[in-house]
């Protein structure tokens, strides 16, 4: 099935304690795309600025996505900085410069209209919902962040009720429920008529929450975590992936697919930018969530 992401493209500057990069290919439709595109065609919608060139777009374009939805406009490609701390778990942003972003509409056209899978990545919710409004997908899901959970709460709650899934992490989902515990935060989020909940915990995992249901996958061990941005939107497109891939939706579905959103996500972090996740293999991607079913059973793990 084929699946649309809205979101952003961008060109980042990381630094980390295992080195940096600077000027990289980021983005949360970036990300997304790459991890999502070992599962289903998967096609973007974004705006980059004149000076985001025909290497990235390549790269892209090399995997398989479709990025004939990216729009070039006149300014600078949208850029953040930012630097992680030792043990990895907390980022300070040194510089966000939305440049072409700024005014970004998204522009859909025929065959984006008719897409069966939509994630609606982190933007405007009033533009999320206008984009949801006209694509009318099979399944649809969406992220968010604090910015807007600040500034556009009542736009969110609406979305909210328009969408199947929203893929979030623990701060934000206790932050848009108003609520410090996540169990009663998430009960709440599900109340808004969502019919899944996906809340990230960073290096302890992921956990899926439905109605009267309740499943968690650990983060899949990884010996030398270099860069996390992008973890997140690299789990969502995992996870949607899956769901396209499957054709389906129901527990079983959504249970497999929070197995591969940890897979993705571990390769994401293993080096900066789109590196890792841009040179994958089937095979290894089975094989890690091969690994990480074996952690969630009580069974002793045979040797391989």
């Not at 300014?75 to 700024?102: C, I, M, P, Q």
């Not at 091969?290 to 793990?301: A, V």
């Amino acid at each position: 099935m084929s699946l649309l992401v809205v979101g952003t493209v961008a060109f980042d500057t990381v630094k980390t304690p295992y080195g940096s990069a600077r000027e990289v290919l980021g983005g949360s439709a970036a990300y997304f795309a790459a991890a999502a595109s070992y599962f289903t065609p998967v096609r973007i919608v974004a705006v980059v600025g004149e000076d985001f060139g025909e290497a990235p777009m390549r790269l892209l374009g090399e995997r398989g996505i479709d990025t004939s939805g990216i729009e070039i406009a006149r300014g600078k490609t949208f850029r953040w900085a930012g630097e992680y701390s030792e043990d990895l778990n907390d980022r300070t942003t040194h510089a966000t410069h939305l440049n072409v972003l700024e005014t970004f509409r998204p522009r859909l056209r025929k065959e984006d209209v008719g897409a069966d899978r939509l994630f609606l990545g982190n933007i405007d919710p009033a533009l999320q919902a206008e984009v949801l409004r006209h694509v009318k997908p099979g399944l649809s899901a969406c992220d968010t962040m604090n910015f807007w959970i600040e500034r556009k709460n009542p736009d969110l709650k609406r979305l909210l009720a328009q969408v199947d899934g929203l893929v979030i992490n623990d701060a934000e989902a206790r932050m848009l429920a108003g609520e410090i515990n996540t169990v009663v935060a998430a009960q709440r989020l599900l109340g808004l008529g969502l019919r899944f909940l996906v809340i990230k915990r960073g290096e302890y995992g992921a956990a899926l929450f439905t109605n009267g249901h309740y499943f968690a996958v650990p983060a899949y061990p990884v010996e030398r975590p270099v860069d996390p941005t992008g973890a997140g939107d690299s789990f969502a497109g995992g996870f949607m992936g899956h769901l396209a891939r499957a054709g389906a939706a129901d527990g079983r579905a959504l249970r497999a697919a929070m197995i591969y959103g940890s897979v993705l996500a571990s390769f994401c972090v293993e080096d900066f930018s789109l590196r890792r996740l841009l040179d994958l293999s089937e095979r290894s991607i089975e094989e890690r969530a091969r690994r990480l079913r074996g952690f969630l059973s009580l069974d002793e793990p045979t040797v391989s």
